[in-house]
């Protein structure tokens, strides 16, 4: 929700500088300040100061944010004012209700997202609204602005996470995996969308041989990738997994010992799984790690060789 800006609205504020008469020449580094931002920020200090839950306050709130868009401190005295507007119903005026305002809100919210991509505050902010003020807000008013978003970054874990909530908080789920599969056709590497993916599977009517099939698909495609190895694990471990499977999927993972190490470390997994119950080839995979296809993480397969030991 966008109101118009103007500075004479604050004439009878008494500012709270950003910094008192000497502080400066004790600083180690001053930052330069605009005198746009330094005005701006002392009325936004001196209104949170008197807890001023205003109209002219949520209108300060929108070019303070305009000038820092990471100052969540202001975010939150958004959130504040909003919700005793609101209760008091002084923005309920020309017939409309709070659905109506808060739908404003969330339009003035998708136009700042749009030029600050990279920016979290605006996520946690709108996931507020949401849970606590916007009882009926849908999923499908949401979309656009998630997939705007994720197809500018199509990995932009603060989407990515916002979107997870959404389909948990509106409990719709049926058309994500269509979603996730626009995304991994146009990267197999998109870990974000792999991971939605497998978030999501629990919930979904899946055909778990079809899921199957399109795992192991996406790793013929290219084997060393480890998003989808991470996801034909998690397909595996989302329910009872009988010798058979195991033993089929063995079958296919050796098929690519020699070029993936993803590959190898998902043999010794199925190794030491007790439907197989070979440990000594586990511990020879992990060696194969330790020492020749993944040294960097030698720590982690000596500790899992050890566990195996132990066992």
Same mark, same amino acid.
């Given at each position: 929700?966008?109101?118009?800006?103007?500075?004479?609205?604050?004439?009878?504020?008494?500012?709270?500088?950003?910094?008192?008469?000497?502080?400066?020449?004790?600083?180690?580094? @001053?930052?330069?300040?605009?005198?746009?931002?330094?005005?701006?920020?002392?009325? *936004?200090?001196?209104?949170?100061?008197?807890?001023?839950?205003? *109209?002219?306050?949520?209108?300060?709130?929108?070019?303070?944010?305009?000038?820092?868009?990471?100052?969540?401190?202001?975010?939150?005295?958004?959130?504040?004012?909003?919700?005793?507007?609101?209760?008091?119903?002084?923005?309920?005026?020309?017939?409309?209700?709070?659905?109506?305002?808060?739908?404003?809100?969330?339009?003035? +919210?998708?136009?700042?997202? +749009?030029?600050?991509?990279?920016?979290?505050?605006?996520?946690?902010?709108?996931?507020?609204?949401?849970?606590?003020?916007?009882?009926?807000?849908?999923?499908?008013?949401?979309?656009?602005?998630?997939?705007?978003?994720?197809?500018?970054?199509?990995?932009?874990?603060? *989407?990515?996470?916002? @979107?997870?909530?959404?389909?948990?908080?509106?409990?719709?789920?049926?058309?994500?995996?269509?979603?996730?599969?626009?995304?991994?056709?146009?990267?197999?590497?998109?870990?974000?969308?792999?991971?939605?993916?497998?978030? *999501?599977?629990?919930?979904? #009517?899946? #055909?778990?041989?079809?899921?199957?099939?399109?795992?192991?698909?996406?790793?013929?495609?290219?084997?060393?990738?480890?998003?989808?190895?991470?996801?034909?694990?998690?397909?595996?471990?989302?329910?009872?997994?009988?010798?058979?499977?195991?033993?089929? +999927?063995?079958?296919?993972?050796?098929?690519?010992? #020699?070029?993936?190490?993803?590959?190898?470390?998902?043999?010794?997994? +199925?190794?030491?799984?007790?439907?197989?119950?070979?440990?000594?080839?586990?511990?020879?995979?992990?060696?194969?790690?330790?020492?020749?296809?993944?040294?960097?993480?030698?720590?982690?397969? #000596?500790?899992?060789?050890?566990?195996?030991?132990?066992?």
């Amino acid at each position: 929700m966008s109101f118009q800006f103007n500075i004479k609205d604050y004439d009878d504020v008494a500012v709270v500088p950003l910094t008192h008469d000497g502080e400066e020449d004790n600083e180690l580094c @001053r930052i330069m300040y605009s005198e746009e931002y330094k005005q701006v920020m002392s009325l *936004v200090r001196a209104l949170i100061k008197e807890n001023e839950l205003s *109209v002219r306050a949520l209108s300060l709130t929108s070019k303070a944010i305009e000038l820092s868009p990471a100052f969540y401190t202001v975010w939150n005295y958004r959130y504040r004012i909003l919700e005793h507007l609101l209760q008091e119903e002084t923005l309920l005026q020309n017939g409309h209700d709070a659905s109506y305002l808060l739908n404003k809100e969330l339009d003035w +919210l998708d136009e700042f997202t +749009l030029n600050n991509p990279k920016n979290y505050q605006i996520w946690s902010y709108r996931q507020a609204l949401l849970t606590h003020l916007h009882l009926h807000a849908t999923f499908t008013r949401e979309q656009p602005i998630m997939e705007l978003m994720i197809d500018d970054d199509s990995k932009n874990y603060h *989407v990515w996470s916002y @979107r997870k909530w959404c389909c948990s908080h509106f409990r719709t789920y049926g058309h994500e995996l269509t979603f996730t599969e626009k995304y991994i056709e146009r990267d197999v590497y998109n870990n974000s969308a792999w991971n939605h993916r497998l978030s *999501v599977l629990k919930q979904c #009517d899946i #055909d778990f041989d079809q899921e199957l099939q399109y795992a192991k698909g996406k790793i013929e495609y290219v084997p060393q990738n480890i998003s989808t190895w991470t996801y034909l694990r998690g397909l595996l471990e989302s329910q009872e997994t009988p010798k058979v499977l195991v033993d089929e +999927l063995l079958t296919f993972t050796t098929k690519f010992l #020699d070029e993936s190490s993803y590959a190898l470390e998902f043999f010794a997994y +199925l190794n030491s799984l007790p439907e197989v119950n070979e440990p000594q080839k586990a511990i020879e995979a992990y060696t194969t790690l330790a020492t020749k296809a993944d040294p960097i993480r030698k720590n982690l397969w #000596d500790h899992k060789i050890q566990l195996l030991q132990k066992s």
